[in-house]
């Protein structure tokens, strides 16, 4: 029993550690869930006219979604856009594109985060107005190519083997999702 005992007790620690971190990752990725959302239907109601310049687009996007509170940015960095960040803390990137009706949002994650947000986004891409995944090496410093991986038209539902090959397995992938405003 002596040596039963601290096995057990550590045994349930472990246990009780593993439930309170899988439930809070479960919370940030509906954060980051609701956030990507937020983000698309202020986009859609700025009406963004077709010939604004895309800086001027995003700026006015990015000022209104942190006057509403969607977007956390560092209040140390001087760049708007390079301060925004994720739920988890990590780089959050914006552009509007008025003369393709669009906006795409930049983030960093880790590879089971891009996984479980390309099953959630990927699952009816149609609905939710995507209009394009794109992947790329999660190095901050690395000048990776950006690797599209949907894009189809009509939109069609990401496959698990897309959604894998996509997100990788590196410690960190950037991960764009492209939304079009006119949905």
């Known amino acids: 029993m002596i040596f039963v005992a601290p096995v057990v007790g550590v045994g349930i620690l472990v246990g009780l550690w593993l439930a309170v971190a899988a439930?809070?990752?479960?919370?940030?990725?509906?954060?980051?869930?609701?956030?990507?959302?937020?983000?698309?239907?202020?986009?859609?109601?700025?009406?963004?006219?077709?010939?604004?310049?895309?800086?001027?687009?995003?700026?006015?996007?990015?000022?209104r979604l942190v006057g509403l509170?969607?977007?956390?940015?560092?209040?140390?960095s001087g760049d708007i856009q390079r301060g925004m960040s994720n739920?988890?803390?990590?780089s959050?990137?914006?552009f509007v594109a008025p003369e393709r009706q669009t906006v795409r949002i930049e983030t960093?994650?880790?590879?089971?985060?891009?996984?479980?947000?390309?099953?959630?986004?990927?699952?009816?891409?149609?609905?939710?107005?995507?209009?394009?995944?794109?992947?790329?090496?999660?190095?901050?410093?690395?000048?990776?190519?950006?690797?599209s991986f949907y894009g189809t038209m009509p939109p069609k539902?990401?496959?698990a083997t897309a959604i894998a090959r996509g997100c990788g397995q590196d410690a960190w992938v950037f991960l764009a999702l492209?939304?079009?405003?006119?949905?």
């Open 23 to 63: 439930g809070r990752e479960n919370i940030l990725l509906a954060q980051a869930t609701d956030q990507i959302l937020g983000i698309v239907d202020v986009a859609r109601d700025q009406k963004t006219p077709t010939d604004a310049g895309g800086e001027t687009a995003t700026k006015i996007l990015v000022d």
């Open 69 to 76: 509170n969607i977007v956390r940015v560092s209040p140390s």
């Open 87 to 90: 739920p988890w803390g990590e």
């Open 92 to 94: 959050l990137r914006l």
């Open 108 to 147: 960093r994650v880790k590879p089971h985060t891009c996984r479980r947000l390309l099953q959630f986004y990927g699952h009816d891409p149609a609905a939710l107005g995507v209009q394009d995944f794109a992947v790329r090496d999660g190095a901050l410093a690395a000048s990776a190519v950006w690797l």
């Open 157 to 159: 539902p990401l496959d």
């Open 178 to 183: 492209t939304f079009g405003l006119r949905h």
